[in-house]
């Protein structure tokens, strides 16, 4: 299992590295589901499907309205976070080897890996990391620049707010899943509502577990204190938007209306390979994200996450010059515009910001398409065919 302790000496693997087996991404259960029938509380709540729109619909009339909760939600001013505590090791004149070090990029980089291999060791969801660096990502906002100036932040000190972030993250949302259907499971079984669903871990991530994974640097009452302390500078704004939640789901579930009728497998049905391919790629995307604060600390998640999606659009279209049998630039330019109306125009406000975003993206995972080769079934047969493994 992963230690605290070796945070700083961990390489690049867990989420970031991806395995040499079929791509896996789990399925989103922070939040309310995507576009729920009932009262919103995820009682009963059964997912709906998505129609086209017709010619006579207003952009008005496309409004989703839990969509722009989710925009209010991330544009709210509790949900604000910035870069600034991460120039502390300039701030603390210490030798190179000293474990006060001021905290870097690089430490919340490495602290975010280790999370994800805490989560992966547990079972539990991957959200919550994102989550969990959100706190700590808020935390420091506020308490950096102090009366005085800044206020640097030592290595410790983020490594114990790191761990009770996580901590509070896996209480409120990391222990169990909704009972409604998620997205990827819509697009994967269209026509299955009683689709099987696997349960969720509901270990419960105790203070006494918190304390052995930092190999006791951090004692389960200095854990308690940290979170009072997290939750009292929050004033408990504890359910922040991340680029790896929700939002994928809310976007992507509208990818079936774009869709081609080339799309239609032999026995008439939906192909779903494409979408689910659009989801895994875009959910790996934005779970990378979480580990990168110039994307993280600097675009909304939203921007992320459709960024995160139209790289993979890309991606798919650069593999192989068969997708335009399967999803054609007209389908393509549908999908965008659909979005653009389901937001209230957000994203056409925020185009530049999501192009920049891409970039980012592009350049921090360059080899996308080696790790999530196109679904067989998109791609024709022929003497040159290699199936890639």
Request: proline share 6%; with cysteine; glycine share 6%.
């Amino acid at each position: 299992m992963m230690y605290l302790s070796d945070a700083e000496d961990y390489g690049s693997r867990g989420s970031l590295q991806h395995s040499a087996g079929p791509p896996v991404t789990p399925d989103s259960v922070v939040g309310t589901n995507i576009l729920l029938d009932g009262s919103g509380d995820g009682g009963g709540a059964v997912a709906r499907k998505v129609n086209a729109p017709s010619s006579a619909t207003s952009d008005h009339d496309l409004a989703s309205p839990q969509l722009l909760n989710i925009l209010s939600t991330e544009s709210a001013e509790q949900y604000q976070v910035a870069p600034n505590y991460l120039h502390s090791t300039v701030l603390i004149p210490s030798p190179q080897d000293s474990k006060d070090q001021g905290v870097s990029e690089r430490c919340r980089r490495r602290t975010c890996e280790w999370m994800y291999d805490i989560c992966d060791y547990f079972q539990l969801n991957r959200e919550v990391v994102g989550i969990a660096l959100f706190y700590v990502d808020r935390y420091f906002t506020l308490t950096f620049e102090g009366a005085s100036g800044q206020v640097p932040v030592t290595r410790r000190q983020f490594q114990l707010v790191a761990l009770t972030g996580l901590y509070v993250a896996v209480k409120l949302h990391g222990e169990s899943r909704q009972e409604s259907l998620t997205c990827r499971q819509i697009l994967g079984s269209p026509g299955q509502p009683n689709i099987h669903r696997q349960p969720w871990n509901r270990l419960k991530f105790s203070l006494a577990i918190c304390a052995s994974i930092s190999r006791n640097q951090f004692m389960p009452r200095e854990i308690e204190e940290c979170e009072r302390s997290m939750l009292s500078t929050l004033d408990w704004h504890v359910n922040p938007v991340v680029s790896s939640g929700t939002i994928i789901d809310s976007l992507l579930i509208y990818l079936p209306c774009a869709m081609s009728s080339r799309m239609i497998d032999g026995d008439g049905g939906l192909n779903e390979s494409f979408p689910i391919f659009v989801y895994d790629c875009a959910k790996y995307l934005a779970e990378l994200s979480v580990s990168v604060p110039a994307l993280s600390l600097v675009y909304k998640p939203s921007v992320v996450a459709y960024s995160a999606i139209l790289y993979a659009l890309d991606t798919l279209t650069a593999k192989s010059s068969s997708c335009d049998s399967c999803f054609t630039k007209q389908c393509r330019e549908e999908y965008e515009k659909l979005i653009v109306q389901v937001s209230s125009y957000h994203f056409d406000r925020e185009k530049t910001n999501v192009k920049n975003a891409k970039k980012i993206l592009q350049a921090i995972c360059p080899n996308l398409s080696d790790l999530f080769p196109p679904p067989s079934s998109m791609i024709p047969k022929s003497p040159t065919s290699v199936t890639l493994s």
